[in-house]
């Protein structure tokens, strides 16, 4: 498949960076992660804007307009083999090239990277049966609005899943819950469907706000507020959102059934209204 890197079109196999790379040696460096679907990158406003807010964050000075980046995508996008499947596009941006110091070098490029990749949307075993989660302590930093691509916190998190045989982890920070591994966390009670605020302490996704958007039209009322370990147990429905998982229910957690055990009203509502969006494309 084509990459694009450093303003060249290149097979995978012959996109390189130096080992130097500060993304390699700090993980010192921002990425996105936009789905595509039939060829329409979901959300790319937003997905842009944030890609900027974390370019700004970090003070990594990329003078590229939102439609540079929408070239740059669509550049990739012409040339994927198999442009039937749904895609998922990988944006990558580090600080550059330079000799091993902590401290920001002094006019280096920065090195950027896309790639588009197939994604298949969560399949009916997952829509249907659900998800199984434990919790965990957030052991994260403090600056997790920022989509770093230093994920290590992350990457043990998910770690967590897999060792205890589950597909998910919850996050917790002093009792409070953050969000999962690599999505956005939503806990139903009494029809009320909450989300943690989104603050430093999580990513706010892209579907965080979509989905803030779909429980609104849907007249499903929705609370962002800090939403305790108790009130996770006690929930009716738990569900996560991302780009690549979309919205899914999570029906077991730390080995209970979450509810009736079963994919709850709500999440149905949501998933359908997930879906129509979608398909409209
Ligand atoms: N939180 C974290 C830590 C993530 O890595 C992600 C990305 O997948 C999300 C939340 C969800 O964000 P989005 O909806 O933009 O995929």
């Known amino acids: 498949s084509i990459v694009y890197l450093n303003g060249e079109f290149l097979r995978l196999a012959d996109a390189k960076v130096s080992v130097l790379d500060r993304g390699f040696v700090f993980g010192d460096g921002?990425?996105?992660?936009?789905?595509?679907y039939k060829g329409v990158p979901f959300r790319m406003h937003q997905h842009i804007a944030r890609l900027q807010r974390s370019l700004q964050s970090v003070r990594i000075h990329l003078e590229y307009t939102e439609a540079q980046w929408q070239a740059l995508v669509e550049g990739v996008l012409a040339r994927v083999d198999d442009s039937a499947s749904n895609l998922m596009v990988y944006l990558q941006v580090t600080r550059g090239v330079a000799k091993r110091d902590h401290a920001f070098p002094a006019a280096v490029e920065p090195t950027v990277f896309c790639m588009a990749s197939p994604f298949a949307r969560p399949g009916k075993a997952q829509r249907e049966e659900g998800l199984a989660a434990i919790?965990?302590?957030?052991t994260r930093w403090l600056l997790c609005h920022i989509k770093s691509i230093s994920l290590l916190g992350n990457v043990?998190?998910?770690?967590?899943?897999?060792?205890?045989?589950?597909?998910?982890v919850?996050?917790?920070?002093?009792?409070?819950?953050?969000?999962?591994?690599?999505?956005?966390?939503?806990?139903?009670?009494?029809?009320?469907?909450?989300a943690p605020e989104a603050n430093h302490l999580i990513l706010e996704g892209i579907r965080y706000r979509f989905l803030a958007e779909l429980a609104r039209n849907a007249g499903i009322p929705f609370e962002a507020r800090p939403v305790s370990a108790e009130e996770v147990n006690d929930a009716d429905e738990l569900m996560l959102t991302s780009a690549t998982k979309e919205v899914l229910p999570i029906v077991r957690y730390n080995g209970n059934p979450v509810g009736t055990?079963?994919?709850?009203p709500v999440y149905a509502l949501l998933r359908a209204s997930y879906d129509r969006v979608i398909e409209s494309l």
Do not use: H
């Open 30 to 36: 921002i990425y996105e992660v936009v789905p595509v």
């Open 156 to 168: 043990l998190a998910k770690q967590a899943a897999v060792d205890a045989g589950v597909d998910e």
């Open 135 to 138: 919790s965990v302590p957030d």
């Open 170 to 194: 919850l996050q917790f920070r002093e009792g409070y819950l953050t969000e999962g591994s690599s999505c956005n966390i939503w806990v139903v009670k009494n029809g009320v469907l909450m």
């Open 261 to 264: 055990g079963k994919p709850g």
